[in-house]
T-cell receptor
């Protein structure tokens, strides 16, 4: 069964450093998302991406964040200068059509900012 | 804006019992989807069940079923014959079209041996 994959599973970084979280969505999917879950809190939407551009972003997704699909398979989330409060679980999700069927979630990347 | 509310932060039941998790939501839309996700200690998000708002019949998946009350904007999850492996955080969620999914705050469910 096709699945969304994410790497790394756990990333530890120093405050102020740049991190890139990687996702490989399911191959025939067209819509891509990043969500964030701070420990003990609910899952929050960060950004959606379609047709090689951002279609929606939340207020969390400020200038420190960026996304791209560099090679037609990977979907990346970059945080330019990490803060302590960026420590969270980051989930990538993808789905196929414009009618929501099921957003397939990746296993997540745990980001720890020291 | 759509909101999802889960009023039970934590619940505990004995193994083999039936448990119901509550969820209410608010939307002005008529066509949407509702979901229950399970998040075990590994923190992976696992889709348990989904309901299409235009379908009157309640969705079921093996031991999991929902009670969807569209007029009341209520979407509860029933777990029958609960098992130790059902211990997890459960999130109710709302989705529409290609829009983002909106999650509730979750209910932590403990299945006791």
């Amino acid at each position: 069964e096709p699945e969304v994959t994410q790497t790394p599973s756990h990333q530890v970084t120093q405050m102020g450093q740049e991190v890139i979280l990687r996702c490989v969505p399911i191959s025939n999917h067209l819509y891509f998302y990043w969500y964030r879950q701070i420990l003990g809190q609910k899952v929050e939407f960060l950004v959606s991406f379609y047709n090689n551009e951002i279609s929606e972003k939340s207020e969390i997704f400020d200038d420190q964040f960026s996304v791209e699909r560099p090679d037609g398979s990977n979907f990346t989330l970059k945080i330019r200068s990490t803060k302590l409060e960026d420590s969270a679980m980051y989930f990538c999700a993808s789905f196929r059509t414009s009618h929501i069927d099921e957003q397939f979630f990746g296993p997540g990347t745990r980001l720890t900012v020291l | 804006a759509q909101t999802v509310t889960q009023s039970q932060p934590e619940m505990s039941v004995q193994e083999a019992e039936t448990v119901t998790l509550s969820c209410t939501y608010d939307t002005s839309e008529s066509n949407y989807y509702l979901f229950w996700y399970k998040q075990p200690p590994s923190r992976q998000m696992i889709l348990v069940i989904r309901q299409e708002a235009y379908k009157q019949q309640n969705a079921t998946e093996n031991r999991f079923s929902v009670n969807f009350q569209k007029a009341a904007k209520s979407f509860s999850l029933k777990i029958s014959d609960s098992q130790l492996g059902d211990t997890a955080m459960y999130f109710c969620a709302f989705g529409q079209g290609d829009d983002k999914i909106i999650f509730g705050k979750g209910t932590r469910l403990h299945i006791l041996p």
